[in-house]
């Protein structure tokens, strides 16, 4: 809904998958898939889903649950 201001609580990671957020963050803005705000009318939190057998890779996911009930059909 315009002029409507979505919060949701941020997501708590463990140290070391912290790190790597915030490594794959900064590829990402380096590639200019993402770019850096100060604020934004509504966000969603990320969900990191591990990939491989060795625990250190994962996909980075957006979930959008908390955000969905905010938006209208078309």
């Given at each position: 809904k315009p002029g409507t201001r979505i919060y949701n609580?941020?997501?708590?990671l463990p140290l070391d998958r912290r790190a790597?957020?915030?490594?794959e963050m900064e590829?990402?803005?380096k590639?200019?898939?993402?770019k850096r705000v100060a604020t934004c009318e509504c966000?969603?939190?990320i969900v990191l889903v591990e990939q491989?057998?060795?625990g250190q890779d994962y996909r980075m996911c957006s979930n959008f649950v908390d955000?969905?009930?905010?938006?209208e059909d078309l």
């Open positions: 609580k941020p997501t708590l790597w957020v915030q490594e590829k990402l803005e590639a200019g898939v993402m966000a969603c939190n491989g057998q060795s955000l969905n009930p905010h938006t």
